[in-house]
Each structure stands twice: as C-alpha cells, then as structure tokens.
C-alpha cells in the first residue's frame, strides 16, 4: 500500500535493528484520513470472505480495526489486555506471551460477542512474532467461529509470525512488509525481491 509505505519512510524511525518507531501515526498519535484508507484496504483484500465481526487487541490494533469494521459494516471488538472491573464473567481467555517486552498478558473478550456462527477478521498494528494474533485466534476458536482472515498494518518480515501464521493456515494480508531494519534504515520485502 503505496500511502503507508511513503508513510514509514517519512515519519518512520528506526530504533535497532528490530524496532521501528511509528508514533506520529500508528502507536501515539494518530492518523484519521491513513487510517480510513487502511480499513478499506482490508475491506478490498478480505472482500468475499462474508466477515461477521473485526477482533483487535487493545490499544494501537483498535484504530486500523474501527476503520475496517466502518467500512464492512460490522461489528469491531478490541480483546482487553488489562483486568477491567465489569468483565469478569463469561469470559474468552488467552495468554500471549511478548517477545519484545518479554511479559506475558492474559488477553479477554466477552462471549457476549461472539458466536459459532462468526466469522472473524483479525487485525493489527504490528506483526512481529504472532503472539497477539495466534492469541487472538485462539479466542475466535474457543467460542467455535471461524478466522477468516488476519489483517496486518506493518508486518516485520523478519520475524517469523508471518510465516508462522501462514504454516497454520491463516490468509494473512500485511499492508507492508519490512525486510529489514539493519543501519538505521528501512527496508521494503518488495525491494528485496525487485
Ligand atoms: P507479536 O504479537 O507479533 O509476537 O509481537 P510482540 O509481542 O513482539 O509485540 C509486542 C508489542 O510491541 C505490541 O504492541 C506490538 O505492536 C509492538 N511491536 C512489536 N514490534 C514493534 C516495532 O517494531 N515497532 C513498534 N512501534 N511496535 C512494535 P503492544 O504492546 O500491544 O502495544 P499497543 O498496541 O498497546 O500500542
């Protein structure tokens, strides 16, 4: 997607070889009129699969996640990363552990929300590892719906979650993909290729 990725490489900061900074859109603050473009994106890319509902994790997945479920007409819930006071019953739990700050968080959704007859679109911000999203279909399959597709905004190639999403089966479709972040700079999947 040409406007992101003109976007990362004018606002993107690379912070190591393995993080990339994105807060002046993505992560802190945010932009609207990107964000709408992201959710019809996903909507082109996932057009057919009969989505039910968008499922993100809180917090930077719920923005990208909004916009696609504006755009589908349906339903957007955000998995909760933090004990909330009023959801304590008839809950969906999952551990996903974080490589990256090396913490594990139970991650919740009401089954209020979803149904066997679901079929769910996964989003996020960030892929790395795959933590979030295998934690995230994890609670789609309990409940007994269906995943019908992940949908990823910057996808570190250079990890393994990608592949290791796709090894299970999952349609993933990442917005762009980074091949690496090696001296101080970004490097596209695409111009690895070309
Ligand atoms: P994984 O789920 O794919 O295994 O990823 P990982 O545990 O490594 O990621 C943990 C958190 O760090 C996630 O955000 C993820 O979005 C973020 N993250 C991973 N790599 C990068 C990166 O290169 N740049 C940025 N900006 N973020 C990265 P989170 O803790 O859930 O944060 P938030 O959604 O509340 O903002």
């Known amino acids: 997607m040409k406007l992101l ?3 990362v490489m004018e606002e993107g900061i690379v912070l190591s070889d393995q993080v990339l900074k994105v807060d002046s859109f993505l992560n802190h603050q945010m932009d609207p009129v990107l964000m709408k473009e992201v959710g019809r994106e996903f909507t ?3 057009a057919g699969e009969q989505i039910t509902k968008v499922l993100t994790i809180e917090s930077s997945g719920i ?7 504006l755009e589908l007409g349906v339903p957007m819930i955000f998995a909760r990363k933090h004990k ?3 959801l304590r019953d008839n809950i969906l739990v999952e551990k996903v552990y974080s490589f990256t700050k090396k913490e594990t968080n139970e991650i919740t ?3 209020k929300f979803l149904c066997p007859e679901d ?3 996964i989003i996020d911000d960030f892929l790395a590892n795959g933590e979030a999203a295998f934690g995230l279909a994890r609670i789609v399959e309990q409940i007994g719906a269906k995943v019908a597709g992940i949908g990823i905004v910057i996808e570190k190639a250079f990890q393994p979650g990608g592949r290791l ?7 993933v479709e990442s917005l762009v993909r980074v091949a690496s972040l090696e001296n101080g700079t970004v490097t596209f999947a695409e111009e690895v290729i070309s």
């Open 5 to 7: 990725r003109d976007k």
């Open 44 to 46: 082109r890319r996932f």
């Open 63 to 69: 923005a990208p996640a909004i916009m696609t479920a």
């Open 84 to 86: 909330s006071l009023t």
């Open 109 to 111: 959704v009401s089954k």
């Open 119 to 121: 079929r769910v679109l």
């Open 165 to 171: 999403l796709q090894e299970a089966g999952y349609q």
